[in-house]
């Protein structure tokens, strides 16, 4: 059953509208964020540089489910952009024997994702020496336990 309407007797329903996607500017941004999620790719735009932190007591529980990785330090966009560069080096589910739980990827439960974990600073700008990514810091690959045991 299709849930396209018609109004009048004018023209043939042919279940389509005058919309365009692709067009603004926001999402021109949005399709090339999206291309290039976690790349290095630099076409000389003027980054950010900021610094990751963990700000959650060590006996909080989120960390059960995200552990940390001390402080790291990126190249990004906006603060939202810097979580995303962080988490996307850590390894995801794809990769091995695991499966995510309430999602198809695991990027989304990454430590650097939640607020109240992680804190992002702006320690510089304006920066087109450098290349989107991570600068500093090292990002575990043992996130992630395989269903499987060893």
Request: aromatic share 4%; proline share 6%.
């Amino acid at each position: 059953m299709s849930n396209v309407s018609k109004i009048g007797i004018d023209d043939i329903n042919n279940a389509t509208n005058p919309n365009t996607f692709g067009r603004s500017m926001e999402s021109k941004a949005q399709i090339k964020d999206a291309a290039a999620k976690g790349s290095t790719y630099a076409d000389g735009e003027p980054l950010r540089i900021y610094r990751l932190e963990p700000i959650a007591a060590p006996e909080d529980p989120r960390w059960a489910n995200s552990p940390g990785h001390g402080v790291v330090i990126v190249a990004a966009r906006t603060t939202g952009d810097a979580r995303i560069v962080a988490a996307s080096r850590e390894l995801d589910f794809m990769e091995i024997d695991a499966a995510p739980a309430d999602d198809v990827t695991t990027a989304n439960a990454s430590a650097f994702r939640d607020e109240k974990l992680y804190t992002v600073i702006e320690i510089d700008r304006d920066r087109t020496d450098v290349a989107r990514g991570v600068l500093e810091g090292n990002i575990s690959v043992d996130t992630i336990r395989p269903v499987q045991p060893d």
